[in-house]
């Protein structure tokens, strides 16, 4: 089936099979390959992407269904050359170990702190309930999505 | 994890996602938010031939006032019902529950209706809505029928819904006393289904995961209305169920929480102003 997404600001038309995930069409199709495949449960958050202008688990939503709507990744979160405050927070604050849970839990807090701009640690920690680090390293998670709302405080 | 191959259609319209049902029958299924279905799909362990997509139908995701109830759309999605002034107001047990679903990505996809028609004795609000004791208008070619909770969950994930009928809104009476609840959920992980849980409203009680189907707490409620006092009332928890033994805990082990439970969200339930 054809299907028509907006990915990052950009067009993109391509005939996909009906069942294709958003996740494989980002990858596969997109080439945007930031977004990772963890559990492929909707579990652990790593493919999380934001649908017009929302936090989703792009495993657990058909291309399809993304048709005529629009989809950002992390590659589209800098503008400029200028990293987006939560990447420049994530980079401040050492929010990351191995890095394979960072895209999804970099979209996870843009999408949070859309929501809530001010959060406290703990509606950080609650917001994040749906993205998994095996690495395990929260603390410094949490405190770049405090410093990022932090900045946006100032910046505003 | 790919599902088997299936025809994607998108309805824009209620009555073209019945047209829709009507045409393909058995073999077709309608996808709401998808974040119950897709992940049986994906597991092979539901493989509809054709998916009507309702992703579209933006008129039926509302919350609305109607003097003795309140009116939510099939297609409200469960961040929408969590952050409904409405709701927090007239029903707080519901709006609290919604904010427990899953995680804030499922809550933006997942809609009240698909968890109810979905019917998973897993799912919370169907419990939530039983405790509630909330009425659904289903549409199907010949109009539309009222089906009350208590008649609704016939079977593990069967429901009184007839195939080329569309569940289209949920009606929630407003409690006699809307502080009088308390939502309980026992889980390894935040994110996971619910071990075992329960909703508490005015001295009804829905219990999660405690047999094939969602389910009332009916030993529990008789006690209650005998004049038991919670504590008593919650020993009843257990009673009438039939919950399984997985790989998440025993039967023996989920009755004991049940019971724990219970127990709790009347306390809580009776201490709210």
């Known amino acids: 089936m054809k299907v028509d997404l907006t990915v990052n600001g950009k067009d993109i038309t391509a005939d996909v099979e009906d069942r294709m995930l958003l996740v494989h069409f980002l990858r596969d199709v997109a080439d945007l390959t930031a977004t990772n495949v963890g559990c492929d449960t909707t579990s652990c958050g790593a493919c999380t ?40 927070a994530f980079h401040q604050e050492h929010g990351l170990q191995c890095g394979f849970c960072t895209p999804g839990m970099v979209m996870a807090i843009v999408s949070l702190l859309k929501e809530n701009p001010d959060p406290t640690e703990e509606q950080v920690r609650q917001g994040l309930e749906g993205n998994l680090c095996r690495c395990t390293g929260y603390h410094n998670i949490v405190r770049a999505a405090l410093a990022a709302a932090s900045e946006g405080k100032v910046s505003a | 994890m790919i599902p088997s191959s299936f025809t994607y259609k998108r309805a824009g319209s209620a009555e073209e996602a019945l047209d829709l049902a009507a045409e393909h029958g058995d073999d077709a299924k309608f996808l709401a938010g998808g974040h119950s279905l897709l992940p049986l799909m994906k597991l ?57 679903v899953g995680d804030p990505q499922i809550r933006h996809r997942g809609t009240i209706g698909g968890s109810i028609a979905h019917a998973d004795p897993a799912s919370d609000l169907p419990a939530v809505l039983l405790a509630l004791d909330a009425t659904l208008v289903a ?63 005015d001295g009804r009680v829905g219990l999660v995961n405690m047999g094939g189907t969602p389910l009332r707490a009916a030993a529990v409620e008789a006690a209650l209305a005998g004049g038991a006092s919670p504590a008593d009332a919650a020993a009843h928890a257990a009673e009438g169920t039939s919950a399984a033994d997985d790989i998440r805990a025993t039967r023996a082990y989920r009755e004991h929480l049940a019971r724990v439970l219970v127990a709790r969200a009347l306390s809580e339930a009776n201490s709210r102003p």
């Open chain 2, 139 to 201: 549409r199907g070619a010949d109009g539309a029928r009222e089906i009350g909770m208590g008649e609704f969950f016939q079977g593990l994930f069967e429901t009184a819904l007839e195939p080329d009928e569309l569940l289209t809104e949920i009606r929630v009476p407003k409690p006699a006393s809307p502080g009088a609840w308390s939502f309980q959920k026992f889980t390894q992980r935040a994110i996971d289904w619910a071990i075992v849980g329960c909703a508490v409203q």
């Open chain 1, 49 to 88: 992407v934001l649908l017009d202008g929302e936090s989703v688990k792009s495993c657990t939503v058909l291309a399809a269904q993304a048709s005529g709507h629009q989809v950002t990744t992390v590659e589209g979160l800098a503008a400029n050359g200028e990293m987006h405050p939560v990447q420049r």
């Open chain 2, 44 to 100: 092979r362990l539901a493989a509809p031939e054709v998916i009507i997509d309702l992703g579209g139908l933006r008129d039926l995701s509302y919350v609305t006032d109607q003097g003795s109830y309140v009116a939510i759309g099939a297609l409200t999605r469960h961040h929408d019902v969590e952050h409904s002034e409405l709701l927090g107001r007239e029903v707080p047990l519901l709006a609290h529950a919604a904010g427990r």
